[in-house]
C-alpha cells in the first residue's frame, strides 16, 4: 500500500472552524496531513504572527494523531518535495473558489507533475466562513460564535483590542519602532 502523504497548506490568520472540518476529513483519507503555514503572502497586514498561527493549529489539532502542523517558504511544490509528499489538499466552499483553485493546481502540476491537488468539501454549514470574514467581524466587533474555536476567537479578540490600543501597529513582535 502507498504511504499517502497530504500537506494543506494556507494562511490559517486564523484557522476557522472551516479549516478544522477539512483537517478532520484529510485526516482520514491521508496517511499523514502535515497542515503548512505559508510564509511571505503578499497580503495585507496580517493579524497573527506565524508562530501564533502554528500554535492555535497545534491546539485545535491535538487529538489527531497523523496530523503535524509547520511553517513553509517558497513554493509550495518544492516543500511538498522535500516532505515527500505526493498531494496537496485545498477546501472548496463555492464555485466562486474554484477558478482560483484551478489555476492554482494547474499550475502546481505543471511546475511539478508528482504532486496531485485533491479538493475536498467543508460541511456546508461552514461554505460561507473565511478567516478574511472573521477578522472582519472581529474588527467591528460582531460575534464570532461557531465561526472559530472558543480558544481562537479569545485570541483574536485580545489581538484586536491590542491593535486598537496601538493602532500604528507597534505592538507586532519584531517592530521596534515606538
Ligand atoms: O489560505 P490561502 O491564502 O488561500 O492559501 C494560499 C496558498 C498559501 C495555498 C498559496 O498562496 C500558495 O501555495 N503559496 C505558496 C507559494 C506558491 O507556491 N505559489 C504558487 C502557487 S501556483
Excluded: W
Excluded at 13 to 23: A, K, M, Q, R, S
Excluded at 63 to 82: A, H, M, P, S
Excluded at 110 to 136: C, G, H, N, Q
Excluded at 152 to 157: A, D, I, L, Q, T
Amino acid at each position: 500500500m502507498k504511504d499517502i502523504v497530504a500537506i494543506y497548506p494556507g494562511s490559517f490568520d486564523p484557522v476557522t472552524n472551516g479549516h478544522l472540518d477539512l483537517i478532520h476529513r484529510g485526516s482520514k483519507l491521508f496517511d499523514r496531513l502535515i497542515v503548512a503555514i505559508a510564509r511571505n503572502m503578499d497580503k495585507a497586514e496580517p493579524l497573527f504572527e506565524m508562530d501564533e498561527r502554528k500554535e492555535m493549529l497545534e491546539a485545535m489539532t491535538s487529538e489527531l494523531d497523523n496530523v503535524t502542523v509547520d511553517i513553509f517558504g517558497g513554493l509550495l511544490v518544492t516543500y511538498c518535495i522535500q516532505k515527500n509528499a505526493n498531494a496537496v489538499l485545498r477546501g472548496i466552499r463555492a464555485v466562486s473558489d474554484y477558478e482560483f483553485e484551478l489555476q492554482m493546481a494547474l499550475m502546481n502540476r505543471k511546475m511539478e507533475p508528482r504532486v496531485e491537488t485533491v479538493f475536498m468539501m467543508p460541511a456546508e454549514k461552514y461554505s460561507y466562513l473565511s478567516s478574511r470574514i472573521v477578522r472582519e467581524i472581529a474588527k467591528l466587533g460582531g460575534p464570532l460564535g461557531g465561526l472559530v474555536p472558543e480558544m481562537v476567537e479569545e485570541r483574536v479578540r485580545r489581538k484586536i483590542e491590542q491593535s486598537q490600543s496601538y493602532p500604528t501597529g507597534a505592538h507586532r513582535k519584531g517592530r521596534t519602532n515606538p
